[in-house]
């Protein structure tokens, strides 16, 4: 069950719904390592769902996905904590332990998973806090921190496993533009220094136009449009046209 | 009409099972999580100075001010018959054998049940359950066994703390109307109560401590409704714990008096 190519993620013919309402219908797509995928739609067509598909957080009614070489939906739990590790996840609002300093929110998953010594989880946690523009803040708790702040530091947690591939919920929303396009930096230098596939959930076209390599637009359950951002801009369907030209 | 009324019991019925369904698998999933490895030694003891530590104060006063109050109660009875003698054995064999752990878990209910439900459910719906999962570590072994456990092991001994400091209550009160010794007091106190009027009430307590971690967990873990849901795991965990508590007291106590027929006087 393993797939000899380049590919960072597949989704084939997925099919999920909640009750009675289809939120993803029959949607493929793949993306490479090393390339950047953005998600976009109106909200509520199952751009978020798509990422929890990856992350295996839900599992589709029907169809599969694959990461790098695993179909995650037929894993078990200690197959899934392996896969998991490939990949990191920034979560719309930071999803940061409120009990936990900004420190220790990333030095925990490390103690916990890998058999890393201390000093070394400590340079990790710098490191990575450095990367972020976070490196003096590690004392402070997620309630100090600001919006910004919060998705840096949600950022820095997910790359301490240094993933493969990287989600990201919307990582700019409610974030001005400066911000948003210091965000929007962080994740195309991940990419450029470390060859991350990047899928990124947007509303933010500005962003998208910078960051993306492709884009996937998604309509009523459906894969409306893919390709470039040039391609979708001059897609036939409406609704893809116009979530990248207006 | 009574169609329709029928109709409405059976829905409400379909629900309750669903729900004492769903509850079962979820406390069924917590003992078998429990008893395999790895084990959650540091969560566990966070979680037990979280369940103990912090409830002492609470159980500690509770229980001294009900003791005080059963015996201004019982005096005033017993001094009818002349039998103002019997105030302290009343008072140790009340506690130790219902008050203790009935009042104990029912506290514990409303301050560590709502507490579980509410952490567990902001936690679901900031996501942090997810960023959990997401960093390769079971949130269920992580999150809801170290505190269904932690519940479990401290409620014993709360009960323990519950029942001296009803009895201190007690003696104080008693000391305060007729100047009575401690040791007298304690003599006759513990003149007849036997051990298993202590062990098997004390021990079922655990009982309770499951019953309020699963509930309360059950709760937060698995609420779907954002911020509202907060509120709604913290109500329903204290709720419910708070009357599968008594329903299971009940027959607990039957238990009791079924392998230990002395104890039923």
Same mark, same amino acid.
């Given at each position: 069950m393993s797939q000899t190519h380049s590919i960072a993620v597949e989704f084939k013919r997925v099919m999920k719904s909640f009750g009675a309402k289809r939120v993803l219908n029959d949607v493929s797509f793949h993306i490479e390592h090393g390339r950047a995928l953005c998600l976009l739609g109106?909200? $509520? %067509?199952g751009k978020s769902v798509t990422l929890k598909l990856i992350m295996a957080l839900m599992r589709p009614d029907s169809g599969e996905v694959w990461v790098d070489r695993d179909n !995650? !939906?037929? +894993?078990g739990e200690q197959q899934l904590s392996l896969v998991r590790k490939k990949l990191g996840y920034l979560f719309q609002d930071g999803a940061?332990?409120? =009990?936990? %300093?900004l420190y220790q929110n990333l030095a925990f998953p490390l103690s916990r998973v890998t058999r890393k010594p201390k000093d070394e989880i400590d340079d990790v946690v710098n490191r990575v806090l450095t990367d972020v523009g976070l $490196? #003096?803040? $590690? #004392?402070?708790?997620? =309630? #100090? +921190? =600001?919006g910004g702040m919060k998705k840096r530091a949600g950022l820095a947690r997910a790359l301490v496993f240094e993933p493969k591939i990287l989600l990201a919920d919307e990582p700019s929303s409610g974030l001005d533009r400066i911000t948003a396009s210091e965000i929007d930096e962080l994740l195309m230098r991940r990419k450029a220094e470390h060859g991350t596939a990047l899928i990124i959930v947007t509303h933010d076209v500005h962003g998208a136009r910078k960051i993306a390599d492709e884009v996937a637009v998604l309509d009523k359950g459906n894969v409306v449009a893919f390709g470039s951002v040039d391609e979708v801009s001059q897609s036939e369907n409406d609704v893809a046209r116009r979530l990248i030209t207006e | 009409m009574k169609r329709q009324e029928w109709r409405r019991h059976v829905r409400w019925l379909s629900r309750f099972f669903e729900f004492a369904g769903k509850v079962g698998l979820f406390s069924l999933q917590v003992l078998v999580d429990s008893l395999? &490895? &790895?084990?959650e030694f540091v969560q566990f003891t966070r979680q037990l100075a979280e369940v103990g530590n912090r409830s002492l104060a609470l159980i500690i006063v509770s229980g001294f001010a009900l003791g005080a109050v059963m015996t201004f109660h019982t005096r005033s009875t017993l001094v009818m018959f002349g039998a103002t003698a019997m105030i302290p054995a009343v008072q140790s064999v009340a506690f130790f054998v219902e008050i203790g752990p009935l009042v104990a878990g029912l506290l514990l209910a409303g301050r560590v049940g709502s507490g579980i439900g509410a952490v567990l459910a902001n936690m679901r719906a900031t996501e942090q359950i997810d960023a959990v999962e997401s960093l390769s570590i079971d949130s269920f072994k992580f999150l809801v066994v170290p505190r269904v456990l932690a519940c479990v092991i401290a409620l014993p001994f709360l009960t323990l703390f519950m029942d001296f400091a009803g009895l201190l209550g007690g003696f104080l009160s008693e000391e305060l109307s007729s100047h009575i010794a401690p040791t007298l007091y304690l003599n006759r106190a513990f003149d007849y109560l036997q051990w298993s009027n202590f062990i098997a009430p004390t021990l079922k307590t655990a009982i309770f401590g499951f019953i309020i971690g699963c509930v309360s967990s059950y709760f937060g873990y698995t609420t779907d409704k954002g911020a509202q849901g907060v509120g709604e795991a913290a109500t329903n965990s204290v709720v419910v714990s708070s009357l599968l508590i008594i329903l299971a007291d009940v027959l607990l106590i039957k238990c009791i008096f079924f392998l230990f027929p002395d104890t039923a006087i």
């Open positions: 109106r909200s $509520g %067509t !995650v !939906v037929g +894993l940061l332990f409120d =009990s936990l %300093t $490196g #003096a803040d $590690g #004392a402070k708790y997620p =309630s #100090a +921190l =600001s | 395999t &490895p &790895p084990f």
